[in-house]
């Protein structure tokens, strides 16, 4: 029953790492498989009208990404001319938002996925051998989630992950914790070892050529009771500390990363955990600091860390919980604080909370508001979603106090996006006269600019003016009318022209940055045939 039409589909969301799930399942309908005609898209490509597909399978990620992943299904339905049973939708969203997705009328017959595919593939898909469907008799084969990935369907797309040249896999699954804001626990279930790292590593290296760095997506990998042999696994497979990779005449530095974190309530504990972690090629060692109920296991870490000789840290910081802004600031500072006493390099990447199943980032905390939320996301944005914990960057940044960060939260977004325009440069008497204004305000009329700009769209404010009250209140209202998309762009080009601090000092490499800090909205759509897509048709079809 080979040489069936099997379509992978990424929505056009931007995003890190390629789409783990969906190069197993092409491991098992490809050339070690099935040995079917598999072929991967990003995006809506419309050269995939050109085939009859007999399977199409979507991944999912972000429930927020909602509208970009119904374009997609929707997309699919009308590449199969309507046959819906001929459409797989799984991956995170999917699970998580799974009676949503289930209850839209115009996907009724999609087969929705919940979990991972962790049985034979025939159950783990639902196939039914009375319908006749392909591969339904696939009962006891092994589990698409046990296979290696195919990195060969990378090929097929234009789009260039940010992390590319690893292996993607796991040490353990599941977690021990139950936080309220995480998905995990209905994702994954327990905490629980997966099958040997050396066989993925190993069957990837043989497949597809060796690669540089090690990506193990666990969720916490410290509460596994096979944390040492795990460690032990990870430097027998060439990852010690201060290992390289040779490629020719050069050698190339290989990294470690735990990309979604390890847990300051274990790792507070005893210092063998950064001990054991100090033992392979680990870049950044990865602390959730989700509130300040941690803040003193998080701290401990932190210096267990240095001690270990690990210093350069990176942690996540939720926000928009059950958190404020306060709380999220003192969380920030007291990086800039660590950074000092131990001379550590600690980046922060604050990561705002959305409730796993909403389709949208429109979740406003109960101790937030919306005109502070999208500061945040406009702060974030001009220094790529990073916060330093140098003590200069985090200060022009963020303020040295509360009340400073309060401040810049309160201020209009152009003035955040392009601060060195107006504190510096041309923009400086234009704020001058911002700042004096705002001082002038009483505490209650900062409240009624506050809601005012919380709840109108940003583009309604030069019209709704006159509903706020005469006087010095309309007069600081009318700094937050927004400029244009082409004043702003010019500002932006003028001032990083003129900027005299190096800003690359304090960032880091964009594979070590987080999945996705809801930075940017932008879109990604295939060019159809292009030459790296003919190349990679020629190759499956040949």
Known sequence: MANKNILLVEPGYRNKYPPLGLMKIAQYHGPNGKRDNVRFVKGEDSSAYETAWDRVYITTLFSFEWERT???IDYALDLVGGQAHRVFVG????????ESFIDEPRWRGVRFIKGLLGEAPAVSLGLDPFEEELYADDVNGKPIEDLVPDYSILDHIEYQYPVNDAYFTYASRGCVRKCAFCGVPKLEGAQRDTNSLSEVVEGVSKLYGEKRDLILMDNNVVASANFKEIIAEIIDLGFERGAKLKRGRYELQRRVDFNQGVDARILCKDPMYLQQLARIALKPLRIAFDHLGVKKPYAQA????????LTELSNYMLYNFNDSPADLFERMRLNVTLNEELNIRIFSFPMRYQPVARPDRGHVGKNWNSYYLRSMQVILQATHGIVSGAPEFFRKAFGDTYEEFENILLRPHHYIFNR????QYDGRSEFDEFQATMRALSDDERTELLGFLCTRDKNDYARDLNEVAAGKLREAARFFVPMSKVDEARIWEAQKRRRVEDINAYLVPEDER?????LTDEDVQPSTNTKKQLKGITQIYA
């Open 70 to 72: 119904a374009r997609s």
């Open 91 to 98: 991956g995170i969203a999917a699970s998580l938002m799974h």
């Open 302 to 309: 932190i210096r267990y860390s240095a001690d270990a000789g």
């Open 420 to 423: 060195y325009w107006y504190e």
């Open 514 to 518: 987080v999945e996705d800090a809801g």
